[in-house]
């Protein structure tokens, strides 16, 4: 049997009349790099396709990256070698297996996606698609890669999050697909002074109105979420672990008020068990839903560094907090400053930098001098209004003719203290 009928015969066979490949898979690439447009599985990428395929697409991706062993290279391969993820289910051992796919399974690999399939059956998805089944694989809160709500720099990633799960306020998402949120990293371990820093920083950032990402760690992202918190804002804390665990424990009431006031991201859903790499990828996602980064203080080989590196390889602002030169908590930091960061030694200059955040509150218009007095002198008048009142009715209300109280209101309205309606109406401004 020859790769292209490998490739198409059906799971659990060995034989299929479908034709041959044409020449796809055969490149050469492996594992290594994202598939073509064609068939990345973006639902954007064919705008003539139906609301009903586009579902079925997003499903399909859905069964294939709960499949033990199938990342994101995997899931671009699949799709490319077989065309959609649906005849992918469909293929045989055989084909799967085959070094031509690129896939690399290996034998315990093969064996968990067989084993993955013999569970659902060949057909997880019958058409027409139920609500009963809609509902079997409804995954609350979770983003999968290509779907519209997902932040487009975490789908332009070296490697991007097969799917993202979330909790808290959804309402923050528009900001983080612009990229306006400012991330702020640092040491499990900080000095004093660079402990207060990340604090000042974070009160700072949500004063202006940015929300602030952080990986909720010990230490600098600590300090800069509690800042964050302090000063009402809206912070975003980034997970190494499942959204259902905690780490460090002692972050629990941490965790959840960030979860309360922001969101809290992880990639892997919950029950996955913890591994020490985790907390070293989730850099790369709290860098791609930031405008910038600022380091406060880390030694050398600290993660946060890598935080850093990323953003200089995105072209990203990065400001550095300069530490004690005798401290090694801030060797790795100090040393970005010699490579042209930006060095942060007072909070109100990043503000000044960035500006006002997406997130920042109008001020209240303050009423002018002549307006105060106003408000002084008529207590009484506005008082009657109270929230609007017609002519005939401030009359009756202060037991006086329309003649005085229709200039006094008059007044009132150029000051810009009231405005007038039709029917002889006024409320105030």
């Avoid at 992880?266 to 910038?292: I, K, Y």
């Avoid at 030694?299 to 590196?309: C, K």
């Amino acid at each position: 049997m020859d790769v292209g009928e490998l490739l198409f015969a059906p799971f659990g066979r060995t034989q299929s009349t479908a034709p041959g490949l044409s020449g796809r898979g055969a490149s050469g690439q492996g594992d290594q790099g994202p598939a073509s447009n064609e068939s990345s599985g973006n639902p954007s990428d064919n705008p003539s396709e139906n609301p009903a395929e586009r579902e079925r697409r997003r499903l399909w991706k859905l069964i294939w990256s709960e499949c033990p062993g199938i990342g994101w290279q995997r899931l671009e391969r699949l799709e490319l070698v077989f065309g959609c993820l649906e005849q992918a289910w469909q293929a045989s051992t055989e084909a799967l297996a085959h070094r031509e796919t690129g896939l690399r399974l290996g034998r315990t690999g093969l064996a968990q996606v067989e084993a993955y399939r013999a569970k659902l059956g060949p057909q997880p998805l019958p058409e027409p698609l139920t609500l009963q089944l809609r509902q079997r694989w409804r995954r609350r809160r979770c983003l999968l890669s290509g779907d519209p709500a997902l932040p487009e720099s975490l789908d332009e990633l070296e490697r991007p999050a097969v799917k993202l799960f979330w909790e808290g306020r959804g309402s923050l998402w528009p900001a983080l697909r612009r990229q306006q949120a400012i991330a702020v990293v640092g040491t499990r371990r900080p000095s004093r002074h660079g402990e207060t820093m990340a604090r000042a920083i974070g009160q700072a950032l949500a004063e202006a109105g940015w929300p602030v990402v952080s990986g909720l760690a010990e230490g600098i992202d600590a300090a800069a979420h509690e800042g964050c918190l302090e000063r009402g804002g809206s912070p975003v804390g980034v997970l190494g672990t499942p959204l259902d665990r905690v780490y460090p424990r002692h972050h629990e009431l941490l965790q959840r008020r960030v979860g309360d006031a922001g969101l809290l991201i992880s990639e892997w859903g919950n029950g996955t068990p913890v591994q020490r790499g985790h907390f070293a990828e989730r850099n790369r996602l709290l860098v791609a839903l930031s405008q910038a980064v600022v380091l406060v203080e880390c030694p050398e080989g600290s993660g946060a560094l890598h935080s850093a590196n990323l953003a200089w390889q995105r072209e990203m602002p990065l400001w550095v907090v300069p530490g004690d030169a005798a401290k090694v908590s801030a060797a790795g930091s100090n040393r970005c400053l010699r490579r042209d960061a930006a060095p942060l030694l007072d909070p109100v200059d990043l503000v000044r930098d960035l500006g006002p955040g997406p997130l920042r509150r109008p001020e209240p218009n303050r009423p002018s001098a002549q307006q105060q007095r106003l408000h002084n002198r008529e207590a009484a008048l506005l008082a009657a209004l109270g929230s609007g009142a017609s002519l005939e009715q401030l009359c009756a209300r202060l037991r006086q003719s329309p003649g005085p109280i229709s200039r006094r209101l008059l007044e009132l309205e150029l000051a810009g203290v009231l405005r007038s309606e039709p029917g002889l109406w006024w409320r105030p401004c």
